[in-house]
């Protein structure tokens, strides 16, 4: 699992075998792979989607009950991160039930923690998807299964960071990365050092933030996986670079689209990146800035990415702070705060409160 390049150099001698003589039997297994390679490794994801889909029809069929669970899971995952929301919930929801049939407490744990990260959220519903990954830990630890530790334990500190508790946050994440570093989970890992790069961020620890963002990098780069998370990332990283009046930021990287992201949920969170950037390396860009961030906002709202549309909002009040359009200034924090309130993201509503006061 998260193998996708070893995986598909496993079963390429038999593909075509298997296809010629119509071995219906073993197409579940080979969909299933060479639509999670398709998808975490390529990034073809029409292409992906068709195996994965395909995979799912065919198991249902042949009524192969592990092939279900893991071309529903992975087709959940998919769905969610090409913000099809309730479609990817649905098949998320079917893994559950197939591992809740069986009685696999380890299994239930770990597609509790993808539905409360890929469903809950990256679509905003942040109270719901704390409460699913607390079950995640809690099932974890019953089983006792350092796998399902790795995830749970992961996924809570997003969930956490959703929150808006970010010490909290932390601990769960460093918590679920050492389980990892000790499973050599890369994958996951490099999603623990990604929010852990949001966190220190966040917090104002710039060159922690940069440590744990080339981290991410790295991993995700080791395991031949996720290439626009690992921009995403990189994004990141210059974001912290310009925070700590680093010199080695170079405009022409970032205008040239040299960190390339290709899953939908990362079109409004890359643009908040580079309105970001833009709004701090000088004076001079402010224009830029503001632009992108009114793109973000625009590719959030559509997207359904509502979390993120609250970050939006918050970024643009800052930036026309700066500009001294205090009223409309008030207007996007009142916007972003109410965002908050309604993921119940506690902890960002206290801290966008106090800024309301301050103004």
């Given at each position: 699992?998260?193998?996708?390049?070893?995986?598909?150099?496993?079963?390429?001698?038999?593909?075509?075998?298997?296809?010629?003589?119509?071995?219906?039997?073993?197409?579940?297994?080979?969909?299933?792979?060479?639509?999670?390679?398709?998808?975490?490794?390529?990034?073809?994801?029409?292409?992906?989607?068709?195996?994965?889909?395909?995979?799912?029809?065919?198991?249902?069929?042949?009524?192969?009950?592990?092939?279900?669970?893991?071309?529903?899971?992975?087709?959940?995952?998919?769905?969610?991160?090409?913000?099809?929301?309730?479609?990817?919930?649905?098949?998320?929801?079917?893994?559950?039930?197939?591992?809740?049939?069986?009685?696999?407490?380890?299994?239930?744990?770990?597609?509790?923690?993808?539905?409360?990260?890929?469903?809950?959220?990256?679509?905003?519903?942040?109270?719901?998807?704390?409460?699913?990954?607390?079950?995640?830990?809690?099932?974890?630890?019953?089983?006792?299964?350092?796998?399902?530790?790795?995830?749970?334990?992961?996924?809570?500190?997003?969930?956490?960071?959703?929150?808006?508790?970010?010490?909290?946050?932390?601990?769960?994440?460093?918590?679920?990365?050492?389980?990892?570093?000790?499973?050599?989970?890369?994958?996951?890992?490099?999603?623990?050092?990604?929010?852990?790069?949001?966190?220190?961020?966040?917090?104002?620890?710039?060159?922690?933030?940069?440590?744990?963002?080339?981290?991410?990098?790295?991993?995700?780069?080791?395991?031949?996986?996720?290439?626009?998370?690992?921009?995403?990332?990189?994004?990141?990283?210059?974001?912290?670079?310009?925070?700590?009046?680093?010199?080695?930021?170079?405009?022409?990287?970032?205008?040239?689209?040299?960190?390339?992201?290709?899953?939908?949920?990362?079109?409004?969170?890359?643009?908040r990146y580079l309105s970001e950037i833009?709004?701090?390396?000088?004076?001079?860009?402010?224009?830029?800035?503001?632009?992108?961030?009114?793109?973000?906002?625009?590719?959030?709202?559509?997207?359904?990415?509502?979390?993120?549309?609250?970050?939006?909002?918050?970024?643009?009040?800052?930036?026309?702070?700066?500009?001294?359009?205090?009223?409309r200034s008030k207007e996007y924090l009142?916007?972003?705060?109410?965002i908050f309130k309604e993921c119940r993201?506690?902890?960002?509503?206290?801290?966008?409160?106090?800024?309301?006061?301050?103004?």
């Amino acid at each position: 699992m998260y193998y996708f390049i070893e995986a598909k150099e496993a079963i390429e001698p038999i593909i075509d075998l298997a296809i010629n003589s119509n071995y219906k039997k073993k197409f579940p297994q080979i969909y299933t792979i060479m639509g999670t390679y398709k998808y975490w490794v390529e990034e073809d994801f029409p292409t992906a989607i068709k195996y994965l889909e395909d995979a799912f029809k065919i198991s249902q069929e042949l009524n192969n009950v592990v092939s279900l669970f893991f071309s529903s899971g992975w087709l959940g995952i998919a769905l969610s991160n090409n913000c099809e929301f309730e479609k990817g919930l649905y098949y998320l929801n079917k893994t559950i039930e197939i591992n809740v049939a069986a009685d696999n407490v380890s299994g239930i744990s770990t597609m509790k923690s993808c539905a409360s990260i890929y469903y809950c959220h990256l679509s905003g519903k942040i109270d719901q998807g704390f409460q699913t990954s607390y079950e995640a830990i809690q099932l974890a630890e019953e089983s006792g299964d350092i796998f399902s530790k790795a995830i749970a334990y992961t996924s809570h500190g997003i969930s956490f960071y959703g929150k808006g508790f970010l010490e909290k946050a932390r601990e769960f994440i460093l918590k679920g990365a050492d389980f990892c570093e000790k499973i050599n989970l890369l994958q996951w890992n490099g999603f623990a050092q990604f929010y852990l790069g949001e966190i220190y961020f966040d917090i104002g620890e710039y060159q922690k933030s940069e440590e744990h963002y080339s981290k991410s990098i790295k991993l995700f780069e080791q395991n031949k996986s996720s290439p626009s998370t690992a921009n995403l990332a990189k994004l990141g990283l210059v974001r912290t670079k310009v925070m700590n009046d680093e010199k080695d930021v170079y405009l022409n990287a970032i205008y040239n689209d040299e960190y390339d992201c290709n899953y939908k949920i990362h079109d409004g969170w890359k643009a908040r990146y580079l309105s970001e950037i833009l709004l701090n390396i000088d004076d001079q860009h402010i224009f830029d800035s503001e632009e992108w961030i009114k793109k973000a906002i625009a590719e959030d709202r559509k997207n359904g990415m509502i979390f993120h549309l609250g970050k939006d909002y918050a970024l643009y009040s800052f930036l026309l702070n700066r500009k001294d359009e205090l009223s409309r200034s008030k207007e996007y924090l009142c916007k972003a705060t109410e965002i908050f309130k309604e993921c119940r993201a506690d902890g960002w509503v206290d801290k966008k409160e106090k800024e309301l006061a301050q103004l």
